[in-house]
């Protein structure tokens, strides 16, 4: 995308119509023969399993795929092959699981596009994530974290986080995060293209962003390293 691209700008909007234009022209299309429908499904399953396969042969052949981060097992791949299962087959549940598994992060994607993509496309080895022992006071918990990473032009992205977790009858009833964002523009925003467009200010208050959580759960997650208050590596000078 161009330097014109920000967050619900005019680019912004009018992706978001074409994707709502383009699935209203699709449904309208299948609707009208079954002949049409079955075409639409086979060509929407056949793109879908191909971009994938490609996709994968492609970081691999250009050495991003990293075992085992890069394996096919997160929930967005899951979603897709059960979409592209749901598409050739009809198959109820399949089109229930991953409509209701991929509503969320498609949407996330449509409306919050990546801002991290630099960070990810740059990374000369990989990110460390840390986090800190959590101090609890009242009914709030703080908590910090620090993410490291090395570049691929020498420089070093190490950011500091803190997580404010106000608790409301044993669940997380809000959270608030706070980092270090001139850190993150002057890495990333040479990169990226919201870099080069001017941040507009705040009209109004911002809100938490995890309003309605009823309940947190924490598992462990085997293909992300989070060592606690274990040594960084050195930063090569």
Not at 38 to 57: D, T
């Amino acid at each position: 995308m161009g330097s014109h691209f920000y967050l619900f700008g005019p680019v912004h909007i009018l992706i978001l119509v074409s994707v709502l234009a383009v699935a209203l022209l699709l449904a309208k299309a299948s609707r009208r023969n079954r002949a049409a429908a079955r075409a639409i499904r086979y060509a929407l399953g056949a793109f879908l399993a191909l971009n994938e396969l490609v996709w994968h042969a492609y970081s691999f052949h250009t050495g991003a795929f990293r075992f085992p981060d890069g394996l096919p097992l997160q929930l967005c791949d899951l979603t897709l092959w059960l979409t592209v299962l749901a598409l050739f087959t009809l198959n109820p549940l399949a089109f229930e699981v991953a409509y209701f598994a991929g509503l969320g992060g498609a949407g996330m994607a449509l409306l919050t596009p990546d801002l991290y993509a630099p960070l990810v496309k740059h990374l000369n080895g990989p990110m460390k994530v840390r986090l800190s022992t959590m101090v609890a006071e009242g009914g709030s918990v703080f908590e910090e974290m620090d993410t490291l990473a090395h570049l691929d032009d020498g420089t070093v992205y190490n950011n500091w986080h803190c997580f404010i977790h106000e608790i409301r009858d044993g669940r997380i009833a809000q959270t608030r995060e706070y980092m270090d964002t001139h850190h993150l523009w002057v890495v990333l925003g040479r990169w990226a293209d919201w870099g080069k467009t001017p941040v507009p200010p705040l009209r109004r208050a911002r809100r938490s962003n995890m309003p309605y959580a009823t309940a947190t759960f924490q598992t462990r997650n085997p293909f992300l390293k989070l060592d606690r208050w274990e040594p960084l590596p050195p930063v090569k000078t």
